[in-house]
């Protein structure tokens, strides 16, 4: 009979004691988790624009497409480590992100202008996410949270910006 490899681990869960209560916690990670959704779903169609773009802007818009979903790489990992600081299991998989996010998937290969206006779109939606989420933050006084917000709020916004001024318009400013 083979030798059986025995192993004991016990699973214990310490007490996360930082200021903010459980049910706090659990609230502030769920508006977190669709950032998370949002941000990895921003970060997946800005590389997929990347890869695909094509035209008389393909140059720049590689380049900016490539500086911004390295940023978002980034992103989605400072979301998911804050949602596990605060005890609960960051949401991990394709069919997760899709139940909570407010980005829609790409099907097809947009036009170049069509990629910076959803883009823009995308990033705008970001925003909207941390907006909701950071008022929740206020009431239970997780600034750890509200600076991550914060600071997500302003990159979605000037990266918005910088997208916005290259669509090609017509109407008098």
């Known amino acids: 009979m083979p030798n059986k490899i025995e192993t004991d681990f016990t699973v214990t869960h310490q007490e996360i004691n930082i200021g903010i209560n459980q049910k706090d916690r659990k609230s502030v990670c769920k508006g977190l988790s669709k950032l998370l959704a949002d941000s990895y779903l921003l970060y997946l169609k800005t590389q997929n624009y990347h890869w695909n773009v094509t035209g008389k802007m393909f140059q720049p818009l590689h380049l900016l497409f490539e500086t911004q979903y390295q940023e978002l790489a980034a992103a989605v990992d400072q979301i998911a480590?804050?949602?596990?600081?605060?005890?609960?299991?960051?949401?991990?998989?394709?069919?997760?992100?899709?139940?909570?996010?407010?980005?829609?998937?790409?099907?097809?290969?947009?036009?170049?202008?069509?990629?910076?206006?959803?883009?823009?779109?995308?990033?705008?939606?970001?925003?909207?996410?941390?907006?909701?989420?950071?008022?929740?933050?206020?009431?239970?006084?997780?600034d750890v949270t509200a600076d991550l917000l914060v600071e997500r709020m302003q990159v979605h916004e000037k990266s918005a910006w910088m997208l916005r001024s290259m669509i090609t318009t017509t109407k008098a400013h």
């Open 81 to 142: 480590e804050r949602i596990r600081a605060l005890g609960e299991f960051a949401p991990g998989s394709f069919n997760s992100f899709t139940k909570v996010t407010s980005i829609k998937e790409e099907n097809g290969i947009p036009t170049a202008e069509e990629m910076i206006q959803n883009l823009v779109q995308g990033h705008e939606a970001v925003v909207t996410t941390a907006r909701e989420i950071i008022s929740l933050t206020d009431e239970c006084e997780d």
